[in-house]
């Protein structure tokens, strides 16, 4: 039997919508803060060095937020579909979600860093790291559209 898809009144469209926006902006923080670094690896005067710093503080905060979101909407979304806890791609997902978390949590780390100038990083470090996300990304969005099993 064929279900008809919840009207776009249905609180639960409205929370994965807001869940993805988080997912969204969430990614673009993790992928555009490794790039930075591997600009601020190239800097030699105080003031770029500064204006380094308060740009990847400020990606930083703006990307925890939006992974605190992601995880509040995600969960959420997760209390209308409890059904998918014993589907194996969520779990899949999930492990990935949290190895996100701890790479965002790696990331504060290299800002700290940086503002002590105490990075021992290469550019090219920053440039293979950046694909970290990206990679864990391709996946999710495949166990999540796909669901292979």
Same mark, same amino acid.
């Given at each position: 039997?064929?279900?008809? &898809?919840?009207?776009? !009144?249905?609180?639960?469209?409205?929370?994965?919508?807001?869940?993805?926006?988080?997912?969204?902006?969430?990614?673009?923080?993790?992928?555009?803060?490794?790039?930075?670094?591997?600009?601020?690896?190239?800097?030699?005067?105080?003031?770029?060095?500064?204006?380094?710093?308060?740009?990847?503080?400020?990606?930083?905060?703006?990307?925890?937020?939006?992974?605190?979101? !992601?995880?509040?909407?995600?969960?959420?979304?997760?209390?209308? !579909?409890?059904?998918?806890?014993?589907?194996?791609?969520?779990?899949?997902?999930?492990?990935?979600?949290?190895?996100?978390?701890?790479?965002?949590?790696?990331?504060?780390?290299? %800002?700290?860093?940086? &503002?002590?100038?105490?990075?021992?990083?290469?550019?090219?470090?920053?440039?293979?790291?950046?694909?970290?996300? &990206?990679?864990?990304?391709? %996946?999710?969005?495949?166990?999540?559209?796909?669901?292979?099993?």
């Amino acid at each position: 039997m064929i279900q008809a &898809a919840p009207s776009a !009144t249905h609180p639960m469209l409205w929370i994965k919508a807001i869940h993805v926006i988080f997912v969204i902006s969430w990614f673009a923080g993790l992928l555009y803060l490794p790039r930075l670094f591997v600009y601020h690896t190239e800097v030699v005067d105080e003031v770029e060095h500064n204006r380094f710093c308060v740009m990847e503080k400020r990606l930083y905060g703006i990307a925890l937020i939006a992974m605190i979101g !992601t995880w509040i909407f995600g969960i959420w979304t997760l209390m209308y !579909t409890p059904i998918f806890m014993k589907m194996g791609w969520l779990h899949a997902k999930l492990l990935l979600v949290v190895a996100l978390s701890g790479y965002q949590g790696w990331l504060k780390t290299r %800002v700290r860093a940086f &503002a002590a100038r105490k990075n021992e990083k290469s550019a090219k470090f920053y440039r293979l790291i950046n694909e970290v996300p &990206a990679v864990i990304m391709v %996946v999710v969005v495949i166990l999540v559209i796909v669901k292979p099993f």
